[in-house]
Structures are given as structure tokens and as C-alpha cells.
């Protein structure tokens, strides 16, 4: 599948800067992959389309402030994304990052975050670096900033709110989006339907947005990132009638289980057109960024023309893409329908 296939046409202004308030007042496109048939709601209707039987799993994990603004000792400045740690040995954590710019770094390197300093242990695959330093959490938590999308002006209120109400597991360095228009109420709403709540693990990293580079799909590699599925998840997902992913890592993380047996390791599943699903019948997911992993997943679950029209539909009606954006609700699709 060549990449150019994942293109689509976006003006610039339906890329949202904030979330619907309340997020719950978000918008929800409901697409039928049986029927094709597409309508429009508004996501506070969603436990109208869950029913006894259904699980709907959460990924429960928590964004933490994984930007952090360093400087070399010459002065120059560097911007690191954390994306997950690596081990730990002695009180000093050893951390997989991102570096903007990347170009002059040499291991060894210090980094200097006020008075506090990271050290350049080695550079990894893909461009990204090792770094190592004392209590990582804690540097970030007192000098790191919430790791917001470059497409979303960086303000207190947006950092905010790039959290779901259901986070526990600190470790993403993304917020899983397709959650951020939850509220308790509509969790409420989600159990009185029948629909049973199980949550699961994958820290966001890389693997979910990191952009796709070559011109045939095929040939991306996806960073791995970790998950864990509970045993009381799996046991309630084995027996639930439907299984509804809200997300696409929440799909990855339960498409993983299926394929591994494990229920806890690192996932470099890449779900594009042709995947055989295992698990999922039902996706809740964002609208995403053209020739992203995420957009060939979505295509995998639905079909590549249905998805295609959706997005048209969603262009012309106007709704809200990307992070803070509306939703989109895919039923029937996944293990339900015939691969293509």
C-alpha cells in the first residue's frame, strides 16, 4: 500500500485547539461497516450504541510532563521527548528520547535542565537517544512540560486538559485521544446500558505517533511500546459478546494479547489494510493525520473506501480533527468482517 493512500484533504481550521467543553459535548460520527451506512451524533449518545454483553476497555495509562528544554554547555538549546525508560541501575534511570535538534549531539554529552543535569549515554535506532540521570520523574515532574501535539498551541489549559479522567498508570508521552471525551457521566451512562468497563495498559511512546517515512507502507517499522492487560480484563474480554477498543492502542494492546498469548511485554504490532483482527468488534478512535500508522489501522478495521468516505463526510460536516478533536465510532468492523 503506498502511503500516498492514506492522503486526504483538511483545512486548516477544523484542526482543534481545545476540547469540546464539556468533552462530552464532543461530536460522534457512527459508521456501520456492515450497511455503510454513516450518521452523525453527539458523544453523549454513545451508551445508545452499547448493549449487555458489550466490554468497553479503557487504556487507563497517564500522560506525564515528558517535554523537557535542556541546554549543551555551550549554550545551545535542545528540546527532549522522554518516551519510555529503558532500566535502572543504582537510582539512575536510563530513558529512550527524542532530541529537537538532534544534529551535533555526541554521547557523553551533559545536558543541563537549570541545575539539574542529563547525561547522553548513546544514540538508538531511528534517531532517538539514550539519556541517563537521577530521578527522571521527579526532573519532570518539576521542569517538564505536558507533551502536547505540534499541530496545538501550547497554553496552561490545553495542558490541562490533555488528560483523560480515567488515567492512573503514569508513562505516556500522548494522551490516548479517543479517551479524552469521556466524562463520569457518560461512564455512568456506558454501565447502565449493560456494557461492562475493563481497563488496560499501553504507554503511548513512538510507536503511535511517530510519522510514517517511506513511501510504501509496508516497509514502516513501529517502535515498541509497553502494555498490560489485567487478568480480570482478559477474562471479561473472552467473554463479552462484543469487545469495544476505545482507541487505537487500546486495538493494539488487545490485538497483541490475541497474537502473543502474553498479557503484559512491549508491543511493535503494525495494524494496516490486510491484518486479520483477533479481538476488536467494536473502535471508538479520533480522526487522524493523514499517512499516519494510526489511519491505516482505522482503515484495517473498517475498510479503506469506507473509511475514506467517512472522512469526506466528516470534511464536508465539518467536524473537529486530530487530539482534541470529535470522535468516531466504527461498529461491526475488526473480526467481524472479512479482511481487505
Known sequence: MLISELDYELPEELIAQRPAS?????????????????????????PGFLSPGDALVLNETKVIPARLAVRKETGGAVELLFLRELDRANGVGRWEVMARPGRRLRPGMRLLAGGEEVRLAGELDGGHWAVEARDVPGLLERRGRMPLPPYIEPTPEAEREYQTVYA??????????????????????????????????????????????SGVLEEHE?????????EA???????????????????RTLETWAGTGEREGESDLFVYPGYRWRTV????????????????MVMSFG???????????????????????????????????VAS
Do not use: K
Not at 235 to 246: I, N, Q, T, Y
Open 22 to 46: 464539556p468533552r462530552d459535548a464532543s461530536r460522534l460520527m457512527v459508521v456501520d461497516v456492515a450497511s455503510g451506512g454513516i450518521s452523525h451524533h453527539g458523544f453523549r449518545e454513545l
Open 168 to 213: 492512573r498508570e503514569e508513562g505516556s508521552a500522548a494522551a490516548p485521544t479517543a479517551g479524552l471525551h469521556f466524562t463520569e457521566g457518560v461512564l455512568a451512562g456506558c454501565r447502565e446500558a449493560g456494557a461492562e468497563i475493563a481497563r488496560a495498559t499501553l504507554h503511548v511512546g513512538a510507536g503511535t505517533f511517530a510519522p510514517v517515512r
Open 222 to 230: 513501529m517502535h515498541a511500546e509497553r502494555y498490560r492487560v489485567p
Open 233 to 251: 480484563t482478559a477474562r471479561m474480554v473472552e467473554s463479552a459478546e462484543r469487545v469495544v477498543a476505545v482507541g487505537t492502542t487500546v486495538a
Open 281 to 296: 468488534d467494536v473502535l471508538l478512535t479520533n480522526f487522524h493525520l493523514p499517512r499516519s500508522t494510526l489511519l491505516a
Open 303 to 337: 475498510g479503506t473506501e469506507l473509511v475514506r468516505e467517512a472522512y469526506r463526510q466528516a470534511v464536508e460536516h465539518r467536524y473537529r480533527f486530530y487530539s482534541f478533536g470529535d470522535a468516531m465510532l466504527l461498529v461491526g468492523g475488526g473480526r467481524g468482517r
